[in-house]
């Protein structure tokens, strides 16, 4: 799961967290990705951290959620 995810690790893509949050890369690095946050934040985080990437379905649901 993690060599794909890795391998599949883009800019513009909504990912997760192991511990529930969620952003966008902007950019990934060998050992690292830049990741902004909802807040606007951009947060630079070890690529390994990153527990998954969220699939356009997901992404959709979880906009729908936030709108209520």
Do not use: M, W
């Amino acid at each position: 799961h993690f060599a794909r995810l890795h391998a599949e690790l883009a800019p513009g893509q909504v990912v997760t967290f192991g511990n529930g949050i969620y952003g966008t890369t902007v950019a990934v690095y060998e050992d690292t990705a830049d990741i902004q946050v909802k807040s606007g934040a951009v947060l630079t985080v070890s690529r390994y951290a990153i527990s998954a990437i969220v699939r356009k379905e997901k992404q959709h649901a979880q906009h729908l959620a936030d709108a209520h």
